[in-house]
C-alpha cells in the first residue's frame, strides 16, 4: 500500500532539497495502516525481560545434539549470556560493535528502552559490562538505533519527539574497569525522533530514517567531525523510510560506480536514490514486489550486484532476492523460503558469502549465500534465543552483529538481553 507521506513527498519535489519537512514521531510511518499494525502487534507482544543468572565465565556451552543449555541451535556455540539485568534493565533493541583499532578490543554497544549499554566483548565467555548512556532526559523507547563511525556512537531514538541523536567518544571505554553511568559527549538535534540509523564510513555521513523530518525520509547529517554533526540534506520525495543502507557503489553498474547510493526500504519498494550531491539527490528507481506488505531492511553483497531483503509483516517469512547491477532497474529475480515456521524475519547483513539474519522467534539465522547468482541460499546453522516456538510474534532476536573480526556474533535479545555466539562452520 502506497503511504500518503509518499504523496506529500511528491509535492516537495518542488522545494530545497535541504528543507526540513515535519512528519508524527511514530515507531512506523502513523499514516500507513501497516505501520499502525506493526506498532500495536510490538507493544502487544512484549513479554517481561528475562532475569536468570549469566552465562559467563565458561570455554564455551557447545551445541549439543540440537541445544547448547536451553538454547536450541545447530552449528553454532553458545559463548555467554548477558540477561538485561546485567546491563542496565529495560527491554533489548538494536546493537552495533565497534572494535578499538588502537587496542583491537572490540565492543558491543546494546540499544535498550532506557539507554544504551558498553559491553566489553574481547573475551566472549567473560564479557564486561562497562556501564550505560541512559537515554536522553531519561526518555523510554522501544525503538533505538546505533551506528559508529571514528571511534564514535551514534545513538538515536523512535517516539521521544525530543531524543535527537546522542553522540558518545568510544575511547571513553579504554580505561573503564567498574560500571559508570555515561553522559553524551554531543547531540544532534537537527531531528527529534529516528527509526533507525545507517552510516557510510566511506564519506562520513549518518542517514537518520523515519524521523520527523524530511517527510519521514532520509536525513543526512555529515559527521566527518563527530563532535560536531551537521546537517546535510534530505531525500523526502518518497516520503517514509524504514531502515537503508547507503555505500560508496562499485558494482555492475557502470553509470553509477563510485556515486554514493542508497538502497532504501520504504514500506512498499525498495527505492534507490543517488546521494552524492546531498543538496540535489536524485531518486534513480522506486519498485515494489508481489505480495508487498512491509518492506523493512536489506543488505548488499560485497560486489554491489544483488542484495537480500525482509518483508516485516508478510504471513510467511521470506529473503527476497534482487538483482542491482542495473540500478536504473532493479529486479526481484527470487526468493528463499526458511522452513523454521512462521517467525518474523527482522535484520540481516552480508559478511562474504554468508547471510546473517536476525528472526526475532526463529533468533539468529545463517545461510549460506555462494549461490545467490543463482538465487540460491541454505540454512547452513542457527541459534534461537526464543526456545518457546518459532510462531510469528514480536520477541526474541532483535538484531546481530557478525562483523567481529573474532569470529564473535552478538545477538540482541528483546527479553533475553545480550547473547554472543561462534558458528562452527
Not at 513479554?47 to 553454532?76: H, I, K, S
Amino acid at each position: 500500500m502506497r503511504s500518503p507521506n509518499r504523496l506529500i513527498g511528491v509535492a516537495a519535489l518542488a522545494v530545497t532539497a535541504l528543507a526540513i519537512l515535519t512528519a508524527p514521531a511514530s515507531a512506523h510511518d502513523p499514516n500507513s495502516p501497516e505501520g499502525k499494525a506493526e506498532a500495536a502487534a510490538f507493544e502487544r507482544d512484549l513479554e517481561p525481560a528475562w532475569r536468570q543468572d549469566p552465562v559467563t565465565g565458561l570455554a564455551l556451552v557447545p551445541c549439543t545434539n540440537g541445544m547448547a543449555g536451553q538454547f536450541p541451535c545447530r552449528n553454532v556455540d553458545l559463548l555467554a549470556h548477558l540477561p538485561l539485568n546485567t546491563i542496565g534493565g529495560g527491554n533489548g533493541n538494536s546493537m552495533w560493535g565497534w572494535t578499538d583499532s588502537t587496542t583491537g578490543r572490540e565492543y558491543v554497544i546494546f540499544g535498550r528502552s532506557n539507554g544504551a549499554a558498553f559491553v566489553d566483548v574481547t573475551t566472549p565467555t567473560s564479557p564486561r559490562y562497562l556501564g550505560n548512556l541512559p537515554s536522553h532526559n531519561g526518555t523510554s523507547s522501544s525503538w533505538r538505533d546505533i551506528k559508529v563511525y571514528r571511534n564514535h556512537a551514534f545513538i538515536g531514538a523512535d517516539n521521544i519527539s525530543s531524543h535527537g541523536m546522542q553522540v558518545f567518544d568510544l575511547t571513553r571505554l579504554r580505561n573503564v574497569t567498574t560500571p559508570q553511568t555515561f553522559t553524551a559527549n554531543a547531540r544532534y538535534t537537527g531531528f527529534g525522533n529516528s527509526h533507525t540509523l545507517s552510516v557510510n564510513e566511506a564519506t562520513g555521513f549518518i542517514y537518520a530514517v523515519g524521523s520527523n523530518t524530511c517527510s519521514g525520509g532520509v536525513h543526512m547529517v555529515n559527521v566527518q567531525n563527530p563532535l560536531q554533526p551537521r546537517n546535510a540534506g534530505c531525500v523526502s520525495n518518497d516520503g517514509y523510510v524504514h531502515e537503508n543502507q547507503c555505500v560508496v557503489y562499485q558494482g555492475p553498474d557502470t553509470t553509477y560506480r563510485g556515486r554514493e547510493i542508497c538502497f532504501n526500504y520504504n514500506e512498499d519498494t525498495l527505492t534507490i536514490v543517488d546521494v552524492t550531491t546531498k543538496t540535489a539527490p536524485r531518486q534513480l528507481s522506486r519498485t515494489s514486489y508481489t505480495n508487498a506488505r512491509y518492506t523493512h531492511q536489506g543488505w548488499l553483497t560485497a560486489d554491489h550486484a544483488r542484495l537480500v531483503m525482509d518483508d516485516e509483516l508478510d504471513s510467511n517469512p521470506r529473503t527476497l532476492i534482487w538483482n542491482v547491477s542495473d540500478l536504473d532497474r532493479p529486479v526481484h529475480t527470487g526468493t528463499y523460503n526458511p522452513t523454521f515456521g512462521a517467525a518474523i524475519d527482522h535484520n540481516q547483513y552480508i559478511v562474504g558469502n554468508r547471510v546473517y539474519q536476525a528472526n526475532y522467534r526463529a533468533g539468529l539465522r545463517i545461510l549460506d549465500a555462494s549461490g545467490i547468482a543463482s538465487n540460491r541460499l541454505s540454512e547452513i546453522g542457527f541459534f534461537d534465543i526464543y526456545p518457546a516456538n518459532n510462531n510469528n510474534g514480536f520477541n526474541g532476536a532483535w538484531n546481530v552483529y557478525p562483523f567481529f573480526r573474532s569470529g564473535t556474533i552478538a545477538i540482541s535479545g528483546i527479553e533475553q538481553g545480550l547473547v554472543l555466539v561462534r558458528a562452527t562452520v
